[in-house]
């Protein structure tokens, strides 16, 4: 049976760890991986996630299972964070999942379900995974423009009149913030004008919110998500937690399905009930009470979003760094979108050749598309990418 079995591609940005594993070289810089790094090179464990992983330690009496779509109190916790109060409890159906990226697959399991000639929107370009799994399940796709590789920042009349031609039910996946691989974002204004054109069209939006508190802020980089829900009369929200509290490994995440009335709320439920159950039964659930320690926990709260800010404030340092000694090594203003940009990436819009003799000439690791991760640079390190940067001619 199993010798049948195809060889798969291998993923990008996985080979490209091992290549950086491999390299021997001294001081090279890793870049590509998506992690937040502090600037001796680690991904620490926050501090709140200590003191609330200690106080479970301390009062957990049981590891029997949770609930089948998840903790309850996390599930209302979470919630409250993504969606304050735009979140309409009683049209909303809630789901603890394996990570984000499993908010993910299940949004488009439950779609696929509601709707069998489903076609999903994504931009171009969005995170691999998002077209992977979609190759995967055989679901029809379509790109819309996106990315000005002029400006490097969003192309928002290509993207409008892209998103135009969405049908009813179809499915628009949209990052709700720190836009992943390029690091350009919507305007609350434009931001509006895609709730515009949902409701013209009547396509759902499905929003990707993986990096809340690593662009503006909290509130701020939920912004757009919670315009689209409140204007949207059926909308999904996938959230992440391994960025914002550093709980990677834990995979921590929530599926949030917001529909028209409180008498379909019940069959979403269900719905996602059992996709979970056919998927991976019951969710993980010691990453899911960490964030529920700390989100009702009003001094572990304020003492995560004090660290979770400061991770913030140094990844726009780093941006307005690098942006400056790019302006200086080459006399133009041509680079200050890496200012502007937010969150951990930008794409620098250089070419597969000049990606290529970076990672040659100085041992710089970023990814193919020229995505390079800002959170990977310290102090140090700018001044050598920035050079770099120049010498290769981008």
């Known amino acids: 049976m199993f010798a049948a079995l195809k060889p798969q ?21 890793d870049l590509g991986v998506g992690v937040y790094k502090d600037p001796t090179g680690l991904t620490p464990v926050m501090r709140a996630v200590k003191a609330a992983e200690r106080r479970i330690w301390e009062t957990e009496t049981t590891k029997s299972y949770t609930a089948l779509t998840g903790e309850p109190a996390y599930l209302d916790a979470m919630s409250r964070m993504v969606l304050a109060d735009t979140l309409d409890a009683g049209r909303t159906a809630m789901l603890s999942t394996v990570g984000g990226t499993g908010a993910i697959r299940q949004a488009f399991e439950l779609a696929r379900m509601g709707n069998p000639d489903l076609t999903v929107h994504v931009s171009d370009p969005t995170w691999p995974n998002h077209v992977s799994m979609l190759r995967f399940m055989g679901v029809p796709f379509t790109e819309y423009r996106y990315f000005d590789a002029d400006t490097r920042g969003v192309d928002f009349d290509g993207m409008l009149a892209d998103l135009g031609r969405a049908k009813r039910g179809d499915l628009v996946l949209l990052h709700g913030c720190c836009h992943n691989p390029t690091g350009a974002n919507l305007t609350t204004e434009q931001w509006a004008a895609v709730a515009d054109v949902l409701d013209r069209t009547g396509a759902v939006p499905l929003i990707d919110l993986a990096y809340q508190g690593f662009g503006d802020g909290l509130d701020e980089d939920a912004a757009g998500t919670r315009l689209i829900v409140s204007r949207a009369p059926d909308a999904m929200v996938a ?45 993980p659930d010691h990453g899911a009470r960490v964030v529920q320690t700390i989100l009702d926990d009003a001094d572990l709260k304020a003492d995560w979003m004090a660290e979770l800010e400061q991770v913030r404030l140094t990844m726009l340092d780093l941006r307005r760094q690098l942006a400056g000694e790019l302006r200086d ?31 040659d000439e100085a041992a710089i690791y970023i990814v193919g598309d020229s995505r390079l991760n800002i959170a990977g640079l310290n102090d140090q390190t700018v001044p050598v990418l920035a050079r770099a940067i120049v010498d290769a001619g981008v």
């Not at 080979?15 to 001294?26: H, I, P, S």
């Not at 921590?252 to 039964?281: E, F, K, W």
């Open 239 to 283: 959230a992440s937690c391994s960025k914002n509290f550093g709980i990677y490994r834990e995979r921590t995440g929530i599926l949030l399905t917001q529909v028209a009335d409180a008498g379909a709320r019940d069959l979403a439920q269900g719905a996602m009930a059992y996709l979970g159950r056919q998927t991976y039964s019951f969710p």
């Open 9 to 29: 591609d291998p993923d990008k940005i996985l080979a490209l760890m091992g290549e950086f594993r491999a390299d021997t070289r001294q001081g090279k810089i």
């Open 329 to 359: 090594l080459t006399g133009t203003d041509r680079f200050d979108f890496i200012a502007r940009h937010r969150g951990m990436f930008s794409r620098l819009g250089a070419s597969p050749e000049q990606v290529q003799r970076i990672k």
